[in-house]
């Protein structure tokens, strides 16, 4: 009873202050109350120990509580319920001045806090307590008040600044009521006071927000970019359209890179170096970006990707075909490694031939890169023209971990067969040490696996020289007993040969000509006469017009031949040594490849790589549905798509075209009366 | 297994004999019968039996019209296997087969097997019948040519899209030949794919050679 008259004077008490000061008196009389209850409760213990606990043992009546729960419930019952309009609007009042920015007492906020949820009682067992007041009578209020409270500043604040501005308020304002929870509301808020914050600051104002971001973008503003992309991170999808303006401006990005190097260099083949770092530079810059405006987030990257994958395929450069580049990207390699005054260094190499599988990730038509790469690799060692056996052998390992064993198994063997062939020189210059006739021919060859390597035998017949003929049936011998059944096919069309003269009387010092075989072919000839015609030169080398006539055409503009009369191809035309030669090189390359030659290369390469995609095509779909023996038409095209994309990316109109195929040499059939089904003909 | 084989092959042997004696007179009179009518179309030069000529004027003599689908209608019905050609064995067979006897019986089945083609399903296995009948012989497919005659003959009127496609394949000329696939396509074509190609779909399964025609026919804007 005295309990009660005295609550009921601090509520009389109370009705004479407002605002900061009522809480100063609520907080007061809180703390001098809950005090005074602690002991009385310590005082009363005995009574708390047996006769409060029996009498709720026995469950007779629910109003029994310990005496310290029984002075909160009287607080509680007698002045709260009477009060808690005024303190709580006190303690909203007081927090907007703090967000209006005026500095307040927390302590008076974070006290009233405490005896809110100390008085959460729980009905049914009085020595738990749960945050039902607090979350009923603050924490309702609260939140709407703070809804409203930035729902207004928002607005306005958007409406009068630029969203970089709106977003660093946005951001700071987040701060601070997660500082606010920590200071002196309950943890319990936190979750549902951020949640409505997002709502109110970011998700109300996510599209004005997503429609700053090109124009950030443009300007590449990073940490701007940084802010957005974590406070749109914070409401669900809202990182959705940025991802998307993303793509799309990275995807611009590149395509311009890529126009720029086309107009630069007019209608000339672009120039594999420069394609290739337009487009590294676009992918540093924004994956770079991705990285630390967005946190190397996810979606971000997958934008990224997606985006390069298009611009690395679809760009001016390429125009219609996506095959243009990964042939550049081959030549690119070539360059790198061959031989050349301006190669890297060897760790700068490295960095450059993983730069190169950036790109080559996101190439659609990876068959092509594969052709490419290897005829130009089997060029480099044939030629003798790789730079370095290391940097092949980590290239083609950057391959095999990018595509599978597969994809590299034939450049693997070629480098293979580059080191058998070396040993096979040496042992084979042993076996000639052994022979008394000394030949003053030197000789080496390469044997290489038909399987393995891109070349195709000679398409003209040639008569060996005597003088080289044989070393040739030697070799001949010494691989058969070697390996007998190998068959060894010549290909003399990559074959060279050095060739001393010794006829020139001008000079002190002879010459040595650096020829291709069918060169030497015609010019040892020139060992026992001085002068033939075309007719005699064609039938003493054997050789095809076709042949004849270049090798031919560049000893004469060398002028180690002089074409004295007729014209040149004609039968009767008549070639002589020219006994005057001069140059002002002691070693002369006469071993030169025709610009035309190239130009047909490339398109016979391309043209083998239709074959071949025609062929793979057809065999994933014998296989496919051999294992599934019947499959409709749409499954089956995605499953040679899914299949084959590794390769290169299969167009649905070839894909018909192949299943026609297969229909008509009765691979597969028509399903008996559904005309989009098609099963196995075993 | 050897001894079960054995008796199935006496069986067979004791069945023929079993129903000759009893129809005997009917069917040597037949026979006969048949036989003479066969020599009457045969081209005795060779051994071929009937050929084209002869069976011009057996088609003729049973009131067909040679200029409409009533000369594949009939090899379908007698179960012919090249076109323009009856060898005698199909003769006999067709004609046991039908019992006729006379022109006139023949002539007047005609209208008959005429008025099965409204069915969609008789002229469908006529259809399908086609494509086996006029190819060369020994080959997969069908002459180009060949099939742009048959598809006047059989269609006619019946669908507004063969003119066009018979169009497009004779200027265009997009193949030589007409593979089973494509015969058979084209009959499913023309019944699921409106005249205006509303809602054709090249990525379904067509083959390439109806996306072609559709391609074209864009194009053109026909």
């Known amino acids: 009873m005295y309990l009660e008259n005295h609550l009921r004077n601090i509520r009389q008490e109370s009705e004479k202050y407002m605002d900061e000061d009522l809480l100063q008196y609520y907080t007061k009389q809180w703390v001098r109350y809950t005090t005074a209850a602690r002991v009385i409760n310590n005082v009363f213990m005995y009574i708390n120990r047996y006769w409060v606990k029996r009498e709720i043992d026995e469950d007779k009546k629910n109003d029994i509580y310990d005496i310290f729960t029984l002075t909160l419930v009287n607080w509680k019952r007698h002045l709260f319920s009477y009060v808690h309009h005024n303190v709580i609007a006190a303690v909203l009042k007081l927090i907007e001045r703090q967000r209006n920015g005026e500095s307040i007492e927390t302590g008076l906020i974070k006290s009233v806090v405490e005896s809110f949820v100390a008085l959460g009682l729980d009905q049914n067992d009085a020595t738990k307590s749960n945050f039902a007041v607090y979350q009923e009578y603050f924490e309702g209020p609260f939140i709407a008040a703070t809804e409203v409270y930035y729902k207004t500043e928002s607005e306005k604040f958007i409406s009068e600044n630029s969203v970089p501005d709106y977003m660093k308020k946005a951001e700071t304002r987040l701060a601070e009521e997660e500082n606010r929870v920590e200071m002196y509301l309950h943890e319990s808020t936190a979750k549902t006071l951020i949640s409505v914050c997002e709502t109110v600051l970011v998700k109300n104002h996510a599209e004005v927000i997503s429609d700053g971001f090109q124009q950030l973008l443009n300007l590449d503003k990073q940490d701007d970019l940084h802010r957005m992309y974590c406070l749109l991170a914070r409401i669900p999808d809202g990182l959705d359209p940025m991802r998307v303006s993303f793509e799309s401006h990275v995807r611009k990005a590149g395509l311009g890179a890529v126009e720029r190097i086309g107009q630069q260099e007019k209608d000339a083949a672009v120039d594999p170096k420069t394609y290739v770092e337009a487009l590294l530079s676009v992918h540093k810059q924004y994956n770079d970006l991705v990285q630390s405006a967005f946190s190397g987030e996810a979606g971000f990257v997958a934008s990224l990707d997606k985006a390069c994958g298009e611009f690395v395929n679809r760009n001016k450069v390429c125009r219609t075909s996506t095959s243009k580049s990964p042939e550049l990207l081959a030549r690119f390699c070539d360059t790198l490694l061959k031989k050349s005054a301006k190669n890297p260094e060897e760790n700068e190499l490295e960095d450059v031939l993983n730069s190169v599988m950036t790109v080559f990730k996101y190439v659609e038509d990876k068959d092509v890169f594969q052709k490419f790469y290897s005829k130009m690799l089997a060029k480099r060692l044939v030629n003798g023209t790789s730079a370095s056996d290391d940097a092949e052998g980590s290239m083609i390992s950057k391959l095999k971990e990018a595509c599978g064993f597969e994809y590299t198994s034939k450049l693997q063997r070629m480098l293979t067969d580059m080191s058998l062939s070396k040993e096979m020189n040496d042992n084979f210059k042993e076996v000639l040490q052994h022979h008394e006739d000394t030949n003053h021919v030197d000789f080496s060859m390469l044997v290489l696996g038909a399987g393995s390597w891109p070349l195709s035998a000679p398409s003209t017949s040639f008569s060996i020289p005597d003088d080289v003929v044989k070393m040739y049936d030697r070799f001949q011998k010494f691989y058969q007993n070697k390996h007998s059944g190998r068959k060894l096919n010549w290909l003399f069309q990559l074959s060279k040969a050095e060739l001393k003269t010794h006829y020139l009387k001008g000079n002190k010092t002879s010459y040595t000509f650096q020829v291709s075989t069918y060169q030497m072919g015609i010019l040892l000839q020139y060992n026992n006469a001085t002068s033939y015609t075309l007719k005699e030169l064609q039938s003493r080398t054997d050789l095809a017009a076709e042949a004849l006539n270049p090798a031919l055409g560049i000893l004469i503009k060398a002028r180690v031949l002089l074409l004295v009369n007729g014209q040149a191809g004609d039968d009767n035309a008549r070639y002589d040594l020219n006994f005057d030669f001069k140059n002002k090189k002691i070693r002369i390359n006469l071993n030169l490849a025709m610009k035309t030659e190239q130009k047909v290369e490339t398109d016979e390469t391309h043209k083998t790589i239709e074959e071949d995609r025609k062929y793979l095509m057809q065999a994933a779909i014998v296989r496919i549905m051999k294992t599934r023996k019947v499959m409709k038409h749409i499954a089956l095209i995605e499953e040679v798509i899914t299949q084959l994309q590794s390769r290169f990316k299969p167009k649905v109109p070839d894909i018909k075209k192949c299943i026609d195929i297969l229909l008509e040499k009765e691979f597969i059939e028509r399903a008996e009366g559904q005309k989009d089904m098609y099963s196995y003909v075993a | ?222």
């Open chain 2, 1 to 222: 297994m050897p001894p079960k084989r054995k008796a199935s092959m006496t069986n067979n042997k004791t069945k023929k004999p079993k129903t000759i004696p009893k129809k005997k007179s009917t069917v040597a009179v037949a026979t006969h019968l048949y036989e003479e009518w066969f020599q009457g179309y045969a081209d005795n030069d060779t051994d071929l039996g009937i050929t084209p000529e002869g069976m011009q004027r057996f088609l003729t003599d049973m009131g067909a019209n040679l200029e409409s689908i009533d000369s594949i209608l009939v090899a379908w019905k007698l179960s012919l296997g090249r076109m323009g050609y009856i060898s005698k064995q199909e003769w006999m067979e067709a004609m046991e087969n039908w019992n006729v006897q006379s022109t006139d019986q023949f002539k007047s089945m005609l209208p008959i097997w005429q008025a099965e083609l409204a069915n969609d399903e008789v002229f469908r296995q006529l259809y399908l019948y086609t494509f086996a009948y006029a190819k060369t012989t020994g080959q997969k497919s069908m002459d180009v040519d060949i099939a742009l005659v048959l598809w006047d003959l059989l269609f006619e009127t019946r669908c507004a899209h063969i003119p066009k496609f018979v169009e497009f394949i004779r200027d265009v000329r997009p193949v030589k030949v007409i593979n089973k696939d494509q015969w058979s396509s084209l009959l499913d074509f023309i019944k699921t794919i409106p005249y205006n190609l509303e809602g054709y779909d090249s990525t379904l399964s067509w083959p390439v050679l109806f996306d072609d025609y559709a391609h074209w026919r864009k194009q053109k804007d026909l």
